[in-house]
């Protein structure tokens, strides 16, 4: 198969200093409004980087819930590898990719667990097949079969068919405190506009441009 044909000139626009926010939250919160105006499939996608204790690197697809001053929060079965490597290694980065607006979002940061009451205030709003599936699936691990997931999650609808759905102990939510942010917008000529916020010690963000 031949790809190297495969190429695209970024068109859309530029990003300059001046129409930067000096807070990276309130410029994130900016282009994610800006990505859901555009009514993208799954803005709140990111790729969740990972690293196990042999150095490896993994990535998933994770979804962004809601996110503050405080950090980025999604949510997960705890005994799943994910979490795993976070135990492991507090230190994740995730990835906004954003291609119809030839858009980057790239954030590094730590992961730590949210509080059960946040993690129940998530659970409770959740479709209540969604709660049922939290329940059922044993996430990361190795099943012999489809029919047998589609058996237990059967089961778990006969246990709670009556009444609410209490949070699973092994379930909740991770929120990724930053400490930088980088903000990438394709342009012509593969010229593309980059700026590295770096949170330094004082709390202060520093910013700077990057080539591309």
């Not at 246990?159 to 980088?182: A, H, Q, T």
Request: charged fraction near 25%.
């Amino acid at each position: 198969m031949d790809i190297h044909a495969l190429r695209e000139d970024y068109k859309k626009g530029e990003l300059r200093r001046k129409d930067l926010y000096d807070d990276p939250f309130k410029q994130f919160e900016k282009w994610f409004q800006q990505a859901c105006n555009a009514e993208l499939l799954e803005p709140n996608a990111m790729t969740l980087s990972t690293v196990n204790a042999d150095g490896q690197p993994f990535m998933r697809t994770v979804l962004l819930k809601y996110f503050d001053e405080k950090g980025l929060v999604f949510f997960t079965n705890y005994e799943s590898r994910k979490a795993q490597q976070i135990e492991h290694n507090h230190k994740v980065s995730i990835l906004f990719t954003w291609l119809p607006l030839q858009r980057q979002v790239h954030i590094t940061g730590t992961a730590e667990k949210v509080s059960t009451t946040e993690s129940w205030e998530y659970f409770s709003s959740r479709p209540r097949g969604s709660q049922l599936g939290a329940w059922t699936s044993q996430q990361s691990s190795i099943i012999s079969s489809r029919q047998l997931l589609l058996m237990q999650f059967e089961q778990i609808k006969q246990k709670f068919m009556d009444g609410e759905i209490p949070l699973p102990d092994f379930w909740g939510g991770y929120r990724v405190v930053p400490n930088s942010f980088e903000f990438w917008q394709g342009c012509t000529n593969r010229l593309h506009d980059r700026f590295l916020y770096t949170l330094q010690e004082d709390q202060i963000w520093d910013i700077h441009r990057l080539a591309p």
